[in-house]
Nanobody, 119 residues
Framework: QVQLQESGPGLVKPSQTLSVACTVS??????????WSWIRQPPGKAPEWIGY???????RYSLALKSRTTITRDTSKNQVYLALRSVTPEDTAVYYC???????????WGQGTQVTVTS
């Protein structure tokens, strides 16, 4: 079964870049018609979609976060990365990576990693 594991810094200072990695096991991020997504959930709020990178390397981003977001991948390491620039305390959230298949549902999720933006 596909496993996803996020790793992040825990704490990030305002104005810095928030960088999170997602390591995928027992499945390939290059598998046809898969979309490797980042979703975050601030405390007490609904989940928010950040963006994805597809199996072919195409990216899409939330309109709200597009100007600050870059999603990349390393197929040799089977990892997906999120970089969110110029963070503020409002970016504090649990950050998840998740796979979306051709069913258009998120069928696999990581456990999430808490990232707190504070000085």
């Amino acid at each position: 079964q596909v496993q996803l594991q996020e790793s992040g810094p825990g704490l990030v200072k305002p104005s810095q870049t928030l960088s999170v990695a997602c390591t995928v096991s027992d499945g390939s991020i290059a598998t046809t018609d898969t979309f490797w997504s980042w979703i975050r959930q601030p405390p007490g709020k609904a989940p928010e979609w950040i963006g994805y990178i597809s199996s072919s390397g195409n990216t899409r981003y939330s309109l709200a976060l597009k100007s600050r977001t870059t999603i990349t991948r390393d197929t040799s390491k089977n990892q997906v990365y999120l970089a969110l620039r110029s963070v503020t305390p409002e970016d504090t959230a649990v950050y998840y990576c998740a796979r979306m298949s051709a069913t258009w549902y998120y069928d696999y999720w990581g456990q999430g990693t808490q990232v707190t933006v504070t000085s």
